[in-house]
């Protein structure tokens, strides 16, 4: 496909620039018009030197109009119209006035009398101010839609960008006051090496999260790296109970997601599979193309839906002698998200495997971009499970 050696620019990007470029197409054509005309009725070239006159009348004459009507287009419209219909027949007799003076001293005394070359000049001249008028307003009011209609899609998108920015917030204070609690229980203990190091997981964690934006999008590789240093830090409370299992085909790492969409689903996993469970469980994260779809599974190894908790798993509340306890955001934040971010282009499906335990899958149009901003390489745990 060609590519334009320019950027097109919108015809009423500049809209003084596309006033005076439609005022030189109109009075320029008029002109022409009449000179042709005049000319093909036998009319001497000394006749043009009227048309000439005439045309440079009616452009003066709109421009007065244009700053009158300018004032008028944000009236109520009785003031609108009110006020345009008493200023037309002025603006029109004014017109005709000079021309039909200019005309008699062209004609001298041979020519017709002054009015009755005014009657005969108002028609043609009430004709071209009527149609510059209609044309003036109909081109702005056009323009006033247009940016309306603008200025709702940027509201909309900001509304949909706040929304994002919300759904994700509420993930920090989640993870933070799960995870703060695990650091203070560590210095209860004393067991300060073990705290510090989750701490310095947590820095890296967070610095990471910060440098994206909250309505922006990661690429599976992020993704990834992100879990990663959530997982070391889950790691150091649960041992050998959280094992971890990446399958990432190749050719998905690049792919675009919005940041921190499988943390929760990754906490969820270890909230009701690894944490109730004496052994631990299982946690796979699985990315595969299907189709223009990127599919990505997060499954557990744990109980699944038939505990007493199942409905617990699924909102992200849990209750305590009928109080609620949990902080958690619940899989809603993920389903809310990807609406937000995808309309309904995607797919958010909960599960139960057929060899028992829970899943997630995920599946959206698949898109990437050739060069992203990756953790330090410093910061970046293996991608081995």
Known sequence: MAVLPFRPIPFFANKN????????????????????????NGQPLSFLVLVLISTITGLSITLILSVIYRQLMGRRPLVTWGVTALVMPLAVALYAFIDAWVNGLYAGDSGAGF???????????????????ALYYMINFFLQIEEQNDQLMRLENQATQAQLAMLRYQLNPHFLFNTLNSISTLVLLKQTEPANAMLSRLSSFLRYTLVNEPTGR????????????????????????????????????AALLPSLLLQPLVENAIKYAVSPQE???????????????????VSDTGPGLQSGASNNRLTGVTFDGGEQVSTGVGLANIRDRLAQAYGEDHRFETMEPAEGGFAVLIEIPFERREAAPSLPAQQRPALTG
């Open 17 to 40: 620039r596309a006033f005076w470029r439609l005022q030189a197409a109109g009075w320029g054509g008029a002109l022409l018009l009449r000179a042709a005309s005049g000319l093909a």
């Open 218 to 253: 990661v690429t599976v590789a992020q993704e990834i790296d992100t879990l990663k240093l959530y997982l070391d830090i889950e790691r150091m409370r649960f041992e050998e109970r959280l094992r971890t299992r990446f399958q990432v085909e190749p050719g998905t790492e």
């Open 279 to 297: 052994a631990g469980a299982e946690i796979t994260i699985a990315a595969q193309l299907v189709g223009p779809n990127l599919r990505i599974t």
């Open 115 to 133: 009015a009755q070359r005014f009657i005969g000049l108002f028609y043609l001249d009430a004709t071209l101010l009527l149609a510059w008028s």
